[in-house]
């Protein structure tokens, strides 16, 4: 079978790779990646983009369509940006990438988009460690929080048992939403507000917390409580099978994971909980099964909602 081409679009770089439908894993050598001006004019990030698929076609030979990972607002079945007065690909606002990049590669291969966060699951799922699990939820927590419902490997958006879309960062938590708290954000400002230090990332606080120093070990028990607490009714309602964290804050899964089980344990959730070991190769994975045909046909409605 000829492979599928997926990218990762973020907001400095994308990401591009060739995978191989049987084996579900990115073919070694047909990684491209290219720096991108977020706040550039149009042609400049599409003429990136389409420098960085066509290098990665170039390496695979002859492949069967492109699937991509795209943060949103975007309109994913027609492949229209959406995005505006985020000081990010604003230029792209109201323009239908999948053509330009089309016109651009001069190819006419399909080009087919999903939002970043359930590109993420669904590779979880189709090729990770969700692998064989039919109710999964997956998580992305860094400078913000992404999630993704699914259920035998497809998003769930509606419904009484998940949050609308099927995201939680909207949703009321303490005296913000939960973006504020599940985020790089709370951990840097709650840590340099205890301790009147200025560490800049969650890498430095992991760091003290393995040199035991005790302020640092007692916010990774806060925020595995608080994430336990947060996530435990959604848990419950969809009859979670496994909970899936990617994202650069699970890198320090073994220093919050403990206050998140003791949740659990409160709850009885049987919920199983496992720190996502594709990492960024995720979202590769989760966009390049948009190639599928059969796949695409059953999320193809879900697309015109997200």
Same mark, same amino acid.
């Given at each position: ?48 983009? /389409? !420098?960085? %698929? ?7 030979? $002859? &492949?069967?369509? #492109?699937?991509? +990972? ?27 990438? /999948? !053509?330009? %990049? ?7 291969? $399909? &080009?087919?988009? #999903?939002?970043? +966060? ?189």
């Amino acid at each position: 079978m000829k492979p599928y081409i997926s990218a990762d679009i973020g907001g400095s770089h994308i990401t591009s790779a060739a995978v191989d439908p049987q084996t579900r894993q990115l073919l070694p050598g047909t990684f491209s990646e290219v720096k991108v001006d977020s706040s550039s004019d149009a042609g400049s990030i599409l003429g990136k983009w /389409a !420098d960085c %698929l066509s290098e990665t076609i170039e390496k695979a030979g $002859s &492949v069967q369509g #492109i699937g991509i +990972a795209m943060p949103g607002p975007f309109d994913y079945y027609n492949g229209i940006s959406l995005i505006k007065g985020v000081h990010k690909f604003d230029s792209l606002y109201g323009m239908n990438v /999948a !053509d330009i %990049l089309k016109q651009r590669m001069k190819t006419d291969i $399909s &080009v087919r988009f #999903i939002n970043d +966060a359930t590109a993420f699951a669904i590779g979880e799922a189709w090729a990770g460690t969700a692998k064989g699990f039919r109710k999964v939820l997956a998580i992305t927590l860094g400078t913000g929080f992404g999630s993704a419902f699914l259920d035998d490997g497809i998003p769930v958006l509606e419904g009484r048992s998940v949050p609308e879309m099927g995201c939680v960062y909207h949703l009321p938590y303490k005296n913000g939403i939960a973006d504020d708290y599940f985020s790089t954000r709370w951990f840097v400002n709650t840590f340099n507000e205890n301790t009147g230090l200025g560490v800049t990332g969650v890498k430095e606080i992991a760091e003290s917390a393995g040199k035991n120093d005790k302020a640092a070990i007692d916010i990774f028990k806060e925020f595995g409580t608080g994430l336990g607490e947060f996530l435990a009714p959604w848990l419950l309602k969809f009859e979670v099978q496994v909970l899936v964290i990617g994202g650069n804050i699970a890198n320090a899964g073994p220093l919050f994971i403990p206050g998140l089980k003791e949740v659990f344990a409160f709850n009885d959730l049987q919920t199983e909980i496992r720190i996502s070991e594709l990492k960024e190769k995720a979202a590769l994975l989760g966009a390049a099964h948009l190639v599928d045909d059969a796949y695409y046909r059953k999320i193809e409605q879900l697309l015109k909602q997200m």
